[in-house]
């Protein structure tokens, strides 16, 4: 079992920046993929970007050139640098691994992340 919490959420301008964090916990060894999707009011939770167990990272297009993700292994932490936010940004946002042989999901709580235009 993989534990997730984000935190780092918050009230943010246009064009401004913030930094998610995901402190993983439990079975972290087992950890094939960890990253982040999004869901706004009324949408479907999307894809925004992913870091491999090998490190190889990939990013869904709406953040692709905008967003960073990175990891702590000595932490156990995944974070994701959001630049050159936009309005449509604003979102929950949900820390996701998969683990073990069947790639188990686990989810965190969430954080709000609102971009003011």
């Known amino acids: 079992q993989v534990q997730l919490v984000e935190s780092g959420g918050g009230l943010v301008q246009a064009g401004g920046s913030l930094r998610l964090s995901c402190a993983a916990s439990?079975?972290?060894?087992?950890?094939?993929?960890i990253g982040w999707y999004r869901q706004a009011p009324g949408k479907q939770r999307e894809f925004v970007a992913g870091?491999?167990?090998?490190?190889?990272?990939n990013y869904g297009d709406a953040v692709k050139g905008r967003f960073t993700i990175s990891r702590d292994n000595a932490k156990n932490t995944v974070y994701l640098q959001m630049n050159s936010l936009k309005p449509e940004d604003t979102a929950v946002y949900y820390c996701?691994?998969?683990?073990?042989?069947?790639?188990?999901?686990?989810w965190g709580q969430g954080t709000q992340v609102t971009v003011s235009s």
């Open positions: 996701n691994a998969r683990s073990g042989p069947l790639d188990r999901a686990s």
């Open positions: 439990g079975s972290t060894f087992s950890i094939n993929v």
């Open positions: 870091i491999s167990s090998g490190g190889s990272t």
